[in-house]
């Protein structure tokens, strides 16, 4: 690439900017395929399938985490149960290759700031307000920083993605305030883990195709990320957070393990076929999510809500498949 900027080439090599998946080096699964996006690639029905349950998994132990009496707690608990679930195979495991160490340095410090806004975000906001922010402005995050710091300007498609995604984002607190629902604080959180989550997202997409073993490397990224969260906060809670996992490990596990094959899936996926197409089928956990806070945690879901996080849906996936 001519006259591209040493972290321009790799934004772009790795899908994070238009255009860019057409040269990001991927591995081709076999069987039904089907088209998505402008693009012309095709995904293969087994990846698809892999990322919606991904989703599904990773609205899971959001809704775990928000479940919970205490939300530090809670999240250091799935974390931990995450990182005790990959120690359990990873010693069987080959270890990622040299090149992804940085990367996977960098995204356990990343993944502790994304753990700790989550918890934030969840001590007063609902699932339904908190989750479509976090996932459904990454995508806007994206473009932004592709616009500004890349100087690589989405499509007509992506600008209208950018606009429908504040919109529903706008939508969705005005549907909270009209509830008297909404928590600023909350939605600073959101907002601030939307950033985060592009950050992620790109590390583990290039980290995960240099490794050679992208659930080698999930796991490695859990385990570590584990180790240090409970490192830094089990020590400020100690008592509180030895009496909660005593009482609520089972919470822990299965949260663990929807944390765990969520990320895994993603990031297999990440090797077989275009980050940006896979970033866009995860946006249906906010589906997922809806679903979740409407049946299980009993949230009232407006129809003004409804339409909000549908908007906000529409948008993230223009903004991918442009």
């Not at 866009?280 to 589906?287: G, N, P, Q």
Request: hydrophobic letters at 55%; one cysteine or more; a positive charge.
């Amino acid at each position: 690439m001519v006259g591209a900027t040493p972290i321009q080439s790799r934004a772009q090599a790795y899908g994070f900017v238009q255009g860019a998946h057409r040269n990001a080096p991927l591995k081709r699964s076999v069987g039904t395929r089907s088209r998505c996006g402008n693009s012309g690639e095709i995904v293969s029905t087994a990846v698809m399938m892999a990322v919606l349950f991904g989703a599904f998994l990773h609205a899971s132990w959001n809704a775990l985490v928000r479940g919970a009496s205490d939300g530090t707690s809670s999240t250091i608990l799935v974390v931990t149960g995450a990182g005790l679930i990959a120690a359990c195979w990873l010693p069987f495991a080959p270890l990622p290759a040299a090149p992804s160490w940085p990367y996977l340095a960098i995204s356990v410090v990343v993944h502790i700031a994304y753990f700790v806004l989550v918890a934030a975000a969840y001590r007063k906001g609902q699932l339904s307000f908190v989750y479509p922010i976090m996932r459904g402005s990454a995508p806007a995050v994206s473009a932004a920083f592709a616009a500004l710091l890349l100087n690589e300007m989405p499509s007509a498609g992506g600008w209208l993605g950018v606009l429908l995604i504040c919109c529903g984002v706008i939508l969705l607190a005005t549907d909270s305030w009209r509830a008297k629902s909404f928590h600023a604080a909350s939605a600073i959180f959101a907002l601030a883990n939307a950033g985060v989550i592009v950050l992620y997202t790109l590390l583990d997409g290039v980290g995960a195709r240099l490794s050679g073993h992208p659930l080698s490397y999930t796991g490695w990224m859990i385990l570590l990320t584990a180790l240090a969260s409970t490192a830094i906060f089990g020590t400020r809670h100690r008592l509180n957070t030895a009496q909660y996992i005593r009482r609520y490990w089972l919470r822990g596990l299965m949260g663990g393990a929807c944390m765990l094959g969520s990320y895994g899936l993603a990031l297999w996926a990440m090797t077989r076929a275009p980050i940006a197409l896979v970033a866009a089928l995860r946006e249906t956990s906010v589906v997922f999510a809806l679903v979740i806070a409407a049946t299980l945690l009993r949230e009232r879901i407006t129809p003004m809500r409804y339409a909000s996080i549908f908007i906000v849906v529409v948008g993230a996936v223009a903004i991918k498949v442009s």
